[in-house]
């Protein structure tokens, strides 16, 4: 038997969603995780700190009893053209607002309201420079003559970089990175940073692609080659401060899934603890399992790292784990890893 004791860990990307999706899923997060900085593409999205407030309340709300005392959600804002800067820069003095989301209209789930070109905000990413607003940046070009696989590496050049040298100081995340060309981007910018996946980490396009089509395994960035994934997996399993973890837990009614054009977002959010501890223990690397999980998050954002604890420990599987959620609408959402979780249990 193995166990291991680390500081609580944070959710650094998370989409709950909100009405009888929101009640089903809040709990899992909310009984994990400290903090969960929470995705604002909702419909419409969440681009004032009056949203902010009123959505953070609803989660708060659904977090439901077992939530854990110090689970808190961080609220992201959604840049377009509605977001007023005095209005982000007085959501974030109230402590409402907690940063800045960057999607590319058109780049993924409820992305149509986002943005044409990053450097036409580029007012508002002077005033976030200023004020020291994190940017977290969904980083997948849009250009259709662009290989799926290749859009992580083609935005940060095209888009993050001019960007990055034309508001010098912008604190800046990169979201949910699936390749090399991430990694490299991080480490070649002070004090940026990058949240990876359970998903990215674990799984590449061959478990995607070539044993039956897994729209399960459809998320956006494309997970992508068994190269972009070890690499993900070192980076995240080296210590490196720069990485921590962000689920971007993302869940989907099976009817969005299963069907003729799959929605991209993946549910993880009941197994993502487990699924991390599993690749750790498997590459010998659970002495950086609490960097990954729970001290470079909150030391990049400014925070103090949890004072409470969590503890996992792995045994042989007795009981299989659920893999489907029902919602109180009756909806069904698949759950990603619950074979990693049979493996453990957590305190
Ligand atoms: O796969 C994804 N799903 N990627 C995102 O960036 C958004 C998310 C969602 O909201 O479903
Ligand atoms: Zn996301």
């Not at 005033?127 to 250009?143: C, K, N, Q, R, W």
């Not at 039956?212 to 068994?226: A, E, F, H, Q, T």
Request: with cysteine.
């Amino acid at each position: 038997m193995t166990s291991i004791t680390v500081a609580t860990p944070d959710d650094w990307h998370v989409h709950l969603r909100d009405d009888h999706m929101l009640t089903a899923v809040a709990p899992f997060t909310a009984n994990s995780f400290r903090y969960a900085l929470v995705m604002p593409n909702l419909v419409p999205p969440i681009t004032s700190m009056a949203m902010a407030r009123e959505y953070r309340d609803r989660i708060v709300a659904a977090a439901g009893p077992d939530a854990r005392s110090d689970f808190t959600p961080l609220m992201g804002l959604y840049l377009n053209d509605d977001l007023v800067i005095e209005d982000l820069l007085a959501g974030v003095a109230a402590g409402v607002v907690f940063a800045v989301k960057y999607y590319p209209a058109g780049a993924t789930t409820n992305s149509e309201a986002g943005g044409a070109s990053l450097i036409g905000y580029q007012s508002v990413l002077e005033a976030m420079a200023e004020a020291g607003i994190p940017l977290l940046v969904h980083a997948e070009s849009t250009d259709p003559d662009i290989d799926i696989f290749d859009r992580e590496a083609a935005f940060l050049e095209t888009e993050l970089t001019p960007a990055c040298d034309a508001v010098p100081g912008l604190t800046v995340t990169v979201e949910h990175i699936s390749t090399r060309s991430g990694l490299d981007f991080v480490a070649a910018h002070d004090g940026f940073a990058g949240s990876i996946t359970p998903h990215h980490l674990t799984c590449d396009r061959s478990d995607v692609l070539a044993n039956g089509l897994r729209p399960d395994l459809y998320c956006k960035p494309v997970i992508n080659s068994r190269e972009e994934r070890d690499a993900l997996a070192a980076a995240a399993m080296s210590g490196n401060p720069s990485f921590f973890v962000g689920t971007d837990s993302a869940p989907h009614p099976l009817s969005h899934k299963e069907t003729g054009r799959a929605k991209p977002g993946i549910f993880n959010a009941p197994y993502a603890l487990e699924v991390i501890a599993e690749l750790f223990h498997q590459n010998r690397a659970l002495d950086q399992l609490e960097s990954f999980l729970s001290l470079n998050g909150p030391t990049h954002y400014g925070l103090p790292v949890a004072d409470s604890t969590i503890t996992l420990t792995r045994a042989e599987p007795t009981q299989t784990r659920p893999e489907m959620i029902t919602t109180s609408g009756g909806v069904e959402v698949r759950i990603f890893g619950a074979e990693a979780a049979a493996l453990w249990t957590i305190s």
